[in-house]
């Protein structure tokens, strides 16, 4: 066995549409765990930095280019890779899946969105990933307003619980979190109207982006 310690990265890239999380992975081309789904990600090239490689092997794997992912938690646990001692960097992001038009090659056969409730065996440790990602995607709501971006433009405010509340994984005290809303001031109200189901018309929202991005770069406690 390689006693040299080896480093990759892998990219947890969440996916939400209409009240739904997806997950993207990648079908492996070699050994090991040849057609095996997993995580995509791969080995770090001398020459580049852990973010550049990340971006780059998402790029070529899935055809997604994504300009941020966070640093999630490195995995360095013995015997999680039969080619030696590989230590991985993990990254995670949440997106729009409608937005990209998935494109497998070079370590990828193919590239494709999974619900996170209905997630194929994954090879190597990558489902620990993926529920460390979840974990701290969950526990990230609590201290900062996020996933805003992932709305329409204009939006009524029930898609918004729709969205905190899928990604939590739980219901929520919808009138609580109307107000702890309402008191970041990150919505503005529009003028226009919408109809959903029988009732009167409801409001349409967008959001701040200037305020937005300030609470997201400040940390807030936003316990929901």
């Given at each position: ?11 947890v ?58 640093q ?139 305020r937005?991005?300030?609470l ?9």
């Amino acid at each position: 066995m390689n006693s040299t310690i080896q480093l990759t990265v892998d990219a947890v890239v969440f996916g939400y549409e209409s009240g739904n999380i997806s997950v993207l992975l990648v079908k492996r081309k070699y050994k090991p765990y040849e057609d095996s789904w997993a995580l995509p990600g791969g080995f770090v090239l001398a020459d580049e930095t852990l973010e550049q490689a990340v971006e780059r092997e998402l790029s070529e794997e899935t055809g997604v280019k994504i300009n941020y992912l966070e640093q999630l938690y490195t995995f360095g646990g013995l015997g999680r890779d039969s080619r030696g001692r590989v230590v991985s960097v993990a990254y995670f992001g949440l997106v729009k899946p409608n937005t990209f038009k998935l494109s497998a090659s070079t370590d990828a056969k193919k590239a494709e969105w999974f619900n996170i409730n209905s997630l194929p065996k994954l090879a190597f440790d990558h489902r620990k990933i993926v529920a460390t990602a979840i974990e701290r995607l969950q526990g990230k709501i609590t201290y900062e307003p996020i996933g805003f971006e992932l709305l329409e433009k204009k939006f009524p405010f029930s898609d918004l619980e729709k969205l905190y509340t899928t990604l939590l994984g739980r219901e929520i005290d919808r009138r609580n979190f109307k107000k702890k809303i309402a008191s970041l001031k990150v919505l503005d109200e529009l003028d226009e109207k919408v109809s959903k189901g029988p009732g009167r018309p409801g409001s349409l929202f967008s959001f701040n982006k200037k305020r937005y991005f300030q609470l997201k770069k400040e940390g807030i406690i936003f316990e929901i």
